[in-house]
């Protein structure tokens, strides 16, 4: 089992960037792949990016490919979801999530999810 914590929302400005955190506890965390999606008010959660164990493996949504970065640091437990060029509709509450398929896009194929943290972008 692994618990998630994200941190590194925030209000930021159109154009602007964040690093979003993902830490794990658990010492099996090497062995999950991480997924990052977020939730707009009134929509339905969406998948962002995810990550296999290795970090060798990445896939991002149409959306953000070539504006966000995932990465990870298994020594620190850590996943990074780096957002650049922001735009309004990225404000959402970002969530990540472990599982184990790697490359899914499924919400339902990752068991165990944080908590979230906001992002607001101001055009």
């Known amino acids: 089992q692994v618990q998630l914590v994200e941190s590194g929302g925030g209000l930021v400005q159109a154009g602007g960037s964040l690093r979003l955190s993902c830490v794990a506890s658990g010492r099996t965390f090497n062995r999950y792949v991480i997924g990052w999606f977020r939730q707009a008010p009134g929509k339905e959660r969406e998948f962002v990016a995810t990550i296999s164990w290795s970090g060798g493996y990445t896939d991002y949504a149409d959306s953000v490919k070539g504006r966000f970065t995932i990465s990870r640091d298994n020594g620190k437990n850590t996943v990074y979801l780096q957002l650049n060029s922001l735009k309004p509709e990225d404000t959402a509450v970002y969530y990540c999530?472990?599982?184990?398929?790697?490359?899914?896009?499924?919400?339902?194929?990752?068991?165990?999810w944080g908590q979230g943290t906001q992002v607001t972008v101001s055009s």
């Open positions: 999530a472990a599982g184990q398929t790697v490359g899914s896009r499924w919400s339902t194929d990752y068991a165990y």
